[in-house]
């Protein structure tokens, strides 16, 4: 492993609008997301971490390093799992149905996660994550912080960072929530799960 480099997007820069402006994805892809791989590549020199994968780092690091290694994973994975806005977008197969088993509905579930990534004190975000058992449960992780710190494995977030959303909805970071339904592709979550 050599340094880690600024994921591509799979997408054009403009393909998540209105849901996403390219303004934002150019700031926060081509600014902040750069920044964090840059700092983490500084950090790593004469590190006894330099050479680990990213995931490893997120597990033993501390500091600064645990910070940019985190908010390089939590963005990957957030920038990863977008496409194009559809009307009606929902899972299905066997996520849609893990869905209902452990939220009661897809609209229970998109409720109550809302509900989090909206009352998230400051920055940080908000994961559908499953357990070792396959059970869904829903965090908020503070800063960089990852559900796989808790033992968890990560299937989809929400960025309530400010700069994820403020040029496009200012402070109303629950109209933003609601509005990234449009833009999730759920193979991409179901490939996770």
Same mark, same amino acid.
């Given at each position: ?56 780092? =997120?597990?033993?690091? $501390?500091?600064?390093?645990? +910070?940019?290694?985190?908010?390089? *994973?939590?963005?990957? %994975?957030? !920038? ?56 869904? =449960?829903?965090?908020? $992780?503070?800063?960089?912080? +990852?559900?796989?710190?808790?033992? *968890?494995?990560?299937? %989809?977030? !929400? ?35």
């Amino acid at each position: 492993m050599g340094k880690f480099e600024l994921m591509g997007l799979p997408y054009a820069i403009d393909a998540l609008e209105p849901v996403i402006s390219k303004e934002t994805i150019g700031f926060h892809h081509g600014k902040h997301l750069a920044g964090y791989v840059n700092n983490l590549n500084g950090l790593l020199e004469g590190s006894p971490l330099a050479g680990l994968p990213l995931e490893e780092i =997120v597990l033993k690091a $501390e500091g600064g390093m645990l +910070n940019n290694a985190g908010q390089i *994973l939590n963005h990957n %994975l957030y !920038f990863g799992q977008f496409c194009a806005p559809k009307a009606d977008n929902a899972p299905m197969g066997k996520l849609a149905d893990a869905i209902a088993r452990d939220f009661g509905s897809f609209e229970a579930f998109k409720e109550e996660f809302q509900k989090k990534g909206a009352t998230l004190f400051g920055s940080g975000w908000v994961w559908l994550s499953a357990d070792k058992d396959g059970k869904l =449960v829903i965090t908020q $992780e503070p800063n960089a912080a +990852n559900p796989i710190q808790k033992g *968890l494995r990560p299937l %989809l977030t !929400f960025d309530v960072w400010e700069h994820a959303y403020y040029l496009d909805y200012q402070n109303r970071r629950p109209d933003h929530l609601a509005a990234l339904w449009q833009i999730v592709d759920w193979k991409v979550v179901e490939g996770r799960f």
